[in-house]
């Protein structure tokens, strides 16, 4: 009976961390997309009033993980009739996080 829970349990075990690896990965060129637009968009304390587009947007490579997230590098080119949406064309890399099963990006200013 001992040798059937201990073989359950390390069957668990194993399970636990193989859902693991598939959740822990980093995100993908198109997460990595929509999150940042979603950040230019939905800045926190602030009302954006003219969208922000992406026109393109190229991911590099990202660090190992961390308790903040993922340190990805990336190339983008954004357009908005918002002056200050051009700063985001300066921006080489950004922090993504997973919020509630949806990829979400640091503010980086």
Known sequence: MSKFRVGSAVLILI???GL????GSEPSEGQMKDAMEYEMNHPPGVQNV????????????CDKPTPQGYRCTFEVN????????GMY?????????????????????
């Open 15 to 17: 399970s636990a961390f």
């Open 20 to 23: 693991t690896g598939c959740t």
């Open 50 to 61: 003219e969208p922000i587009t992406i026109k393109f947007f190229k991911k590099k490579a």
């Open 78 to 85: 954004v357009a908005s009739a918002n002056i200050g949406a």
């Open 89 to 109: 064309n300066n921006i080489p890399f950004g922090t993504f996080y997973k919020e509630s099963g949806k990829w979400m990006m640091r503010p980086p200013f």
